[in-house]
Nanobody, 133 residues
Framework: QLQPVASGGGLVHSGGSLRLTCAPSRHTLEYYTLDPYAIGWFRQFPGKEREAVSASMYDDRPAKYSDSVKGRFTISRDNHENAVYLQMYKLKPEDTGHYYC????WGEGTKWSDPPEYEHEYWGQGTQVTVTS
């Protein structure tokens, strides 16, 4: 089955940038393309519930962002590279957390309701982002 892998985290100063990558694991027997998957980026802070950060659909529906990152983060797909990126600008210390991606084949993925609903079938292990002040 698909195993999404998030990478690209690291340590940056406040105001800095990072680009995270979500791509299928290369350690599976089958090759998976992300084309038919709704991809969601999430983050989790210690002791808190996970938070949806951004979502990219497999069709022409626009990308979505949480209010806390809107205007600073950009999600994009590169079908040639078979990856979904989360470009993060103007990082703040409160962006520090564990970031991971999830995939939902032909589904809705993230429902931005209150409370939000996540229908992703496949979840990755994530990458740590630390922003220092």
């Amino acid at each position: 089955q698909l195993q999404p892998v998030a990478s690209g985290g690291g340590l940056v100063h406040s105001g800095g940038s990072l680009r995270l990558t979500c791509a299928p694991s290369r350690h599976t027997l089958e090759y998976y393309t992300l084309d038919p998957y709704a991809i969601g980026w999430f983050r989790q802070f210690p002791g808190k519930e996970r938070e949806a950060v951004s979502a990219s659909m497999y069709d022409d529906r626009p990308a979505k962002y949480s209010d806390s990152v809107k205007g600073r983060f950009t999600i994009s797909r590169d079908n040639h590279e078979n990856a979904v990126y989360l470009q993060m600008y103007k990082l703040k210390p409160e962006d520090t957390g564990h970031y991971y991606c999830a995939a939902d084949k032909w589904g809705e993925g993230t429902k931005w309701s209150d409370p939000p609903e996540y229908e992703h079938e496949y979840w990755g292990q994530g990458t740590q982002v630390t922003v220092t002040s």
